[in-house]
């Protein structure tokens, strides 16, 4: 959607961390940076979650591996190359790029997590990679333009970087991430790094919070429905503000991070030109809001309809059918942008015209689904399917 | 894709069926032909499949409430509106249309199956499918030029009429369909017609020989994974060649039929280019080979990469890694149109260029994905997904 890139305001940073974001020639026909190093200053709580997928990325394998931790001292993360589908040698190189940073910073490779980003099927180029990791090393430091220098260097078809602070009270927390949209070989996972200085004694609880956030943000968002093979989520507590917390207290402001950064992926989903808010209410579960909520986000025939600004209730109604929950068609209603479109099972005289041209003009749809039935509710964010999608996703053989 | 018009030959055609297909002005705006009648000389066993869309049209519900059935006469279908969402207007619609039917013809309206397919939440225009229903009775009879025209009546987005015959020994099975690809307000559903002139006295047997054949072809087949709320199967035996069969006798001319249909539907889905045929084998059950072949056949990302012609397995191997289905990651292999591009968990050299100028030269691609397990298998057909796709169902607000 917009290229604009996103500030960084000093005041979001999280104490105790410095970082730095170079190009050392993972992305080889291009000068853009490839290679971001976040390094805590001391030991940092360290948990994540990650791909659903079966086939899952060698660096994926090794990070899960080593969460939750209190031990934590630097994430290394490379675009342009997703080390997925590579066999051993995938691990081997997984693990060396963790030793080679272990020995720039001084710390065990236990402590250093590791992702990949980009390319499935190739080998990683493990001589740029330690040069990346030697420049990067030598750069670290806390300032705004590293925060944005790393922000960019773990970008892969996304338009502009996406970067988000919790602001307001409580413990502050920071996160950066990469878009979603495709995969091999031109590729792009969700990436996302969260960062909170607070202090946090319990790794195991820090986790559970973890999960249940991103289950209603990054879990909640959808380009094309695939998930990819390296998609990571990782949030570090450095501690260095000496504020200590429960790992509770963190949640609303993950929850504001990770909801804001869920929705500038999908506002720059590639090609699309809107961001769509599906929100489905009054189900008698959890379980049939998310169900209803997901089959409208992933559409093709909604996602092009919003495209076409086309207040087309009869997609939407009928991909809630399909979607497995439960509910009494009779009592459906539909709102788009706020106008009534279906009224408990019928459609309604609307100005169509009208809605159009407000759709038309806007950046953001919102679709509200009522089923109906009891109090359950969930919210779904997706853009729509543009020409500008298809094309760059296949005209590149 | 293509949009040459199927032959249809006489010695294909069930005996005890006379037909018409008429333009009426369901669809006000062209002169296409927008209603079928197919009749049967004496009474037909009837059976028939129908959507799983929880949001149903009323002549869904009508006809699903009828099959099977021993007495069938008629099935009445208009196309251009599907009767959806429109209340209890829509049920005394349906009725109304198996009342007139049943006039005209001399039977009870229990007898007369309706179906209709086109706009969603749309009163049907009533007099229109009363002007339509005498012109049809009118014109009845057993020509090919009759049976082209009822093929022509029930499409919607169409480009062709879909056909296709047994052939061979065994019981005479005729079939005809319209496609899928999209629903309201522009609209697509799947409707598929099947006869048999053979005598079959068990419907719950025929019901059960039609619903496994179902699950392996209509259900095998996507465009963009919308379910609408009209789709039918619908199978008569009228029994006037007097051959006394099995319902499982049918079972091996059905698949034939059906299958050929729905490579038909997806051929000619909406800005299609190419038919994809995906095959899973090596699974160890066969849900794991139908989530994989689905999630496959469903990704936006293999589909586009056919539209671009590019050999990409790392969007199958990824597709299959998400769909749920269980199988070790380092054991698949995938060929593209024969060549093997992965194996065991590896990529594997390959002229790249070469297969892709092949695809591009190919209006049929075939994916093979071996899991590396157990012995069980599936087949799914898809087609490509190209900007055509998306201007036929963005652009017309």
């Given at each position: 959607?917009?290229?604009?890139?996103?500030?960084?305001?000093?005041?979001?940073?999280?104490?105790?961390?410095?970082?730095?974001?170079?190009?050392?020639?993972?992305?080889?026909?291009?000068?853009?940076?490839?290679?971001?190093?976040?390094?805590?200053?001391?030991?940092?709580?360290?948990?994540?979650?990650?791909?659903?997928?079966?086939?899952?990325?060698?660096?994926?394998?090794?990070?899960?591996?080593?969460?939750?931790?209190?031990?934590?001292?630097?994430?290394?993360?490379?675009?342009?190359?997703?080390?997925?589908?590579?066999?051993?040698?995938?691990?081997?190189?997984?693990?060396a790029m963790a030793r080679m940073t272990a020995a720039r910073i001084g710390c065990a490779p236990e402590q250093v997590l590791v992702c990949s980003t980009g390319l499935i099927g190739v080998p990683l180029p493990m001589q740029a990679i330690e040069r990346g990791i030697d420049e990067a090393a030598r750069q670290l430091d806390d300032s705004v333009q590293s925060w944005r220098d790393a922000a960019r260097a773990i970008l892969t078809t996304d338009t502009t970087t996406k970067v988000a602070a919790s602001g307001g009270e409580g413990p502050r927390v920071f996160g950066l991430a990469k878009g979603a949209g495709m995969i091999a070989p031109r590729m792009a996972t969700m990436l996302a790094f969260l960062f909170t200085d607070a202090r946090v004694r319990d790794p195991e609880r820090l986790q559970k919070v973890l999960q249940a956030v991103v289950s209603e943000t990054f879990n909640c968002i959808t380009v094309d429905g695939h998930t990819s093979t390296n998609d990571t989520v990782l949030l570090l507590a450095t501690g260095a503000s000496e504020q200590e917390v429960d790992a509770e207290a963190l949640s609303c402001g993950l929850l504001t991070v990770c909801t804001e950064l869920a929705r500038q992926i999908v506002a720059d989903g590639e090609g699309a030109t809107k961001l769509v808010t599906v929100c489905v209410e009054g189900a008698d579960s959890s379980r049939d809001a998310l169900l209803a909520a997901r089959a409208i986000a992933e559409s093709l025939l909604v996602k092009t309809a919003i495209y076409g600004c086309d207040p087309n209730w009869g997609r939407i109604v009928s991909a809630a059918g399909y979607s497995g929950a439960s509910f009494q068609p009779e009592l459906v209603s539909v709102r788009i942008n706020g106008v009534v479109v279906y009224d408990r099972g019928r459609p309604v005289p609307f100005d169509r015209r009208a809605l159009s041209e407000a759709m038309r003009q806007s950046k953001e749809i919102t679709l509200q689904v009522h089923l109906g039935g009891g109090s359950q509710r969930c919210t779904f964010w997706t853009c729509d399917l543009t020409e500008a999608y298809v094309r760059f996703n296949a005209e590149y053989s």
């Open positions: 959607m917009g290229a604009r890139e996103r500030e960084i305001r000093p005041e979001w940073l999280p104490r105790g961390v410095r970082v730095a974001g170079v190009h050392c020639g993972v992305k080889a026909a291009t000068q853009a940076r490839d290679l971001a190093l976040f390094v805590s200053d001391g030991p940092a709580v360290a948990v994540g979650t990650f791909t659903t997928n079966r086939v899952v990325a060698a660096p994926v394998v090794r990070t899960r591996a080593l969460v939750p931790t209190d031990a934590a001292r630097a994430v290394v993360v490379n675009s342009g190359n997703a080390n997925a589908c590579t066999g051993e040698q995938g691990m081997k190189d997984a693990e």
